[in-house]
């Protein structure tokens, strides 16, 4: 009878001893406790029932401790060693429901948790049998042993981080970071997608750099997609595995950083990638992407960062502003950064202008996100090919390369013998005579160079690079990339030799 009794009777006794008052413990209805545990509101469900018990069905993400009860009443006085012993000390200030088999052995328990020192809020969950009442389910999974303030050393890398003693209310700020930055960048990439974007463009100012370096910078990024799908099951060829293929972005690539804002030097360059590659003062800055920026956000997460601040573009999901304060006793260590003035940027015509602008020396920056460069090309194109026919050439001789499907099927270059646009002779690198058929491509002329560079702006090719030659017109150098999903479906012409004289 008196060991039955010594839970109950310890309490008022050891209350006085100790000099602790007891707090109010919360008794919880099957419902509360439902929304409670689904919710995030529970740092730790402890079940005080026996291993038997729990056998039969518990509660989802429960711990089992069923001896816990017993130990303190019996150590009390040494309360830390026990709790210690059952990885609870660091709980303590935490957020803690206890249940049993119908709400006794809870309302024990906690009792004596609240004179062991725990300060935190405290649940009566009441028990399985309330729960099972009110239509919830219970579980056989294993018992949670992880939660955050039952891992070892965990308080004190967690806590500088709270101004709550309770390493479970720090950890909550970081799990609604990670919520939060998921759902960012998820949107981010989900508006991508939508937009059938292929690029963007926006303002980057990094603060706290020293001396100015031209901030904000307009940073130009290429998205990177790759494409998923399901695998035919019906079939093992290589170019039909893929069933629905939808695309999903991979990353991206930054382009282009302009500076907009003051240089360190007078004489030193808006652009910012070639200056960092020169390296020169800039060597050691970094231009972020959105995508990078998600990064930085992460580590600053999976570091525990004392302070992290994030604003997020509620349309488009990237961060608008940043403050990452990594260790608050440390100085100069910190990440602040803005992203503004975000645009849509069509790669297509943005990659054909900077080709086109490097290929003929001319400044198009004023051109951006138009379509001037497809008809420029074209234009380009028209006025070439014009020269060539205005010539009126009988005969000539070229040497060139051909290759096509990412690979060099043919022993390149090809020596030609051209007279009235009609292949007299062609030759390989190796001095052979090549059998003229159509099928070896053999029979092309200049007039087929022309031809491929036009198929490529008719097709809407991702890039088409072209070189025209400043004598004759005919184009001396080709590159297009039909598609830049695809790989080795790329046509790249080099001419290495023309004469009217002949060959060399």
Same mark, same amino acid.
């Given at each position: 009878?008196?060991?039955?009794?010594?839970?109950?009777?310890?309490? &008022?006794?050891?209350?006085?001893?100790?000099?602790?008052?007891?707090?109010?413990?919360?008794?919880?209805?099957?419902?509360?406790?439902?929304?409670?545990?689904?919710?995030?509101?529970?740092?730790?469900?402890?079940?005080?029932?026996?291993?038997?018990?729990?056998?039969?069905?518990?509660?989802?993400?429960?711990?089992?401790?069923?001896?816990?009860?017993?130990? @303190?009443?019996?150590?009390?006085?040494?309360? %830390?060693?026990?709790?210690?012993?059952?990885?609870?000390?660091?709980?303590?200030?935490?957020?803690?429901?206890?249940?049993?088999?119908?709400?006794?052995?809870?309302?024990?328990a906690l009792q004596l948790l609240e004179l062991a020192g725990f300060e935190g809020p405290l649940y009566n969950g009441q028990g399985v049998s309330q729960w099972t009442a009110a239509g919830y389910e219970l579980v056989t999974t294993p018992s949670v042993e992880d939660r955050y303030c039952m891992v070892p050393n965990m308080e004190t890398a967690v806590l500088r981080q709270s101004s709550s003693r309770s390493v479970c209310r720090a950890m909550a700020i970081y799990e609604q970071h990670q919520r939060e930055v998921d759902a960012a960048r998820n949107l981010?990439?989900?508006?991508?997608?939508?937009?059938?974007?292929?690029?963007?463009?926006?303002?980057?100012?990094?603060?706290?750099?020293?001396?100015?370096?031209?901030?904000? /910078?307009?940073?130009?990024?290429?998205?990177? %997609?790759?494409?998923?799908?399901?695998?035919? &099951?019906? !079939? !093992?060829?290589?170019?039909?595995?893929?069933?629905? &293929?939808?695309?999903?972005?991979?990353?991206?690539?930054?382009?282009?950083?302009?500076?907009?804002?003051?240089?360190?030097? &007078?004489?030193?360059?808006?652009?910012?990638?070639?200056?960092?590659?020169?390296?020169?003062?800039?060597?050691?800055?970094?231009?972020?992407?959105?995508?990078?920026?998600?990064?930085?956000?992460?580590?600053?997460?999976?570091? @525990?960062?004392?302070?992290?601040?994030?604003?997020?573009?509620? %349309?488009?999901?990237?961060?608008?502003?940043?403050?990452?304060?990594?260790?608050?006793?440390?100085?100069? *260590?910190?990440?602040?950064?803005?992203?503004?003035?975000?645009?849509?940027?069509?790669?297509?015509?943005?990659?054909?202008?900077?080709?086109?602008?490097?290929?003929?020396?001319?400044?198009?920056?004023?051109?951006?996100? !138009?379509?001037?460069?497809?008809?420029?090309?074209?234009?380009?194109?028209?006025?070439?090919?014009?020269? /060539?026919?205005?010539?009126?050439?009988?005969?000539?001789?070229?040497?060139?390369? /051909?290759? *096509?499907?990412?690979? @060099?099927?043919?022993?390149?270059?090809?020596?030609?013998?051209?007279?009235?646009?009609?292949?007299?002779?062609?030759?390989?690198?190796?001095?052979?005579?090549?059998?003229?058929?159509?099928?070896?491509?053999?029979?092309? !002329?200049?007039?087929?160079?022309?031809?491929?560079?036009?198929?490529?702006?008719?097709?809407?090719?991702?890039?088409?690079?072209?070189?025209?030659?400043?004598?004759?017109?005919?184009?001396?150098?080709? /590159?297009?990339?039909?598609?830049?999903?695809?790989?080795? %479906?790329?046509?790249?012409?080099?001419?290495?030799?023309?004469?009217?004289?002949? @060959?060399?």
């Open positions: 009878m008196l060991r039955c009794l010594s839970l109950t009777l310890l309490f &008022p006794v050891l209350a006085v001893l100790l000099g602790v008052s007891s707090a109010e413990i919360i008794d919880l209805t099957s419902q509360e406790f439902y929304e409670m545990a689904t919710t995030g509101q529970v740092d730790l469900m402890i079940d005080v029932r026996t291993q038997a018990e729990w056998n039969t069905g518990h509660i989802e993400n429960a711990t089992l401790m069923d001896a816990l009860a017993l130990q @303190l009443a019996q150590n009390l006085r040494t309360a %830390e060693d026990v709790l210690r012993n059952f990885s609870l000390w660091e709980c303590r200030f935490c957020r803690v429901v206890v249940y049993c088999r119908s709400g006794a052995r809870a309302s024990n981010f990439l989900a508006q991508m997608q939508s937009h059938n974007a292929t690029g963007y463009s926006y303002l980057l100012h990094v603060y706290g750099n020293f001396p100015p370096v031209g901030y904000p /910078w307009l940073v130009t990024v290429e998205l990177q %997609e790759m494409m998923m799908g399901m695998k035919d &099951p019906n !079939t !093992t060829a290589p170019m039909a595995m893929i069933v629905d &293929p939808w695309y999903g972005i991979k990353g991206d690539t930054v382009l282009a950083a302009e500076a907009t804002g003051d240089l360190p030097t &007078p004489n030193a360059s808006t652009d910012i990638l070639a200056e960092m590659e020169d390296g020169n003062n800039m060597g050691w800055l970094t231009v972020y992407s959105i995508l990078d920026l998600f990064d930085k956000i992460q580590d600053g997460i999976d570091r @525990l960062a004392d302070d992290i601040q994030v604003v997020y573009n509620l %349309e488009w999901g990237y961060p608008e502003d940043i403050s990452i304060d990594y260790d608050q006793q440390i100085a100069d *260590e910190e990440f602040y950064a803005t992203a503004s003035n975000f645009t849509l940027v069509d790669m297509e015509w943005y990659t054909m202008e900077i080709h086109y602008e490097h290929n003929n020396d001319i400044d198009a920056t004023d051109t951006m996100g !138009t379509s001037f460069f497809a008809a420029d090309i074209q234009s380009d194109l028209n006025d070439n090919k014009a020269q /060539w026919e205005g010539l009126g050439l009988t005969e000539y001789f070229f040497e060139y390369t /051909w290759i *096509e499907g990412g690979g @060099l099927l043919m022993e390149f270059p090809w020596s030609v013998h051209v007279r009235d646009e009609v292949v007299v002779e062609v030759t390989n690198a190796a001095g052979q005579d090549i059998t003229i058929t159509d099928q070896t491509g053999a029979l092309r !002329t200049m007039v087929n160079l022309f031809d491929a560079v036009q198929d490529g702006l008719d097709r809407n090719a991702y890039m088409v690079d072209v070189k025209f030659d400043g004598t004759y017109g005919y184009p001396s150098d080709v /590159w297009i990339d039909y598609d830049s999903q695809r790989a080795d %479906e790329e046509l790249s012409v080099t001419v290495s030799y023309f004469s009217t004289e002949g @060959l060399p």
